[in-house]
């Protein structure tokens, strides 16, 4: 193998290691809004079909909602879908 291609393979391997451990903490956050926000749906769908009086509708809105807040944001939903 080539020295200048030795070279350049670390130079590329060191710069998307370095932007790995950059991006880490905003990926964590963004599975872990994913997560929140898939659990969260899971929640209002099993809500809707056990009590439908309740109510909550499934939307990227109420998705975001329970994505950012998780339990409390499902709990609001409720709440909502209650009074409204």
Same mark, same amino acid.
């Given at each position: 193998?080539?020295? %200048?291609?030795?070279?350049?393979? $670390?130079? !590329? !391997?060191? *710069? ?6 950059? &991006?880490? +903490? =905003? !990926? +964590?956050?963004? &599975? +872990? ?7 969260? $749906?899971?929640? *209002?769908?099993?809500? /809707? *079909?056990?009590? =439908?009086? *309740? /109510?909550?509708? !499934? /939307?990227?809105? %109420?998705?975001?909602? %329970? ?18």
């Amino acid at each position: 193998m080539d020295g %200048t291609v030795f070279i350049t393979a $670390m130079i !590329i !391997i060191c *710069v998307a290691a370095a932007a790995l451990m950059l &991006l880490a +903490r =905003p !990926i +964590r956050w963004l &599975l +872990r809004f994913l997560a929140g926000a898939v659990l969260g $749906m899971a929640a *209002v769908y099993a809500l /809707n *079909v056990f009590f =439908p009086a *309740v /109510n909550v509708g !499934i /939307n990227p809105v %109420t998705a975001a909602v %329970t994505g950012f807040l998780g339990l409390p944001g499902v709990a609001a939903l409720i709440v909502a879908g209650l009074l409204l």
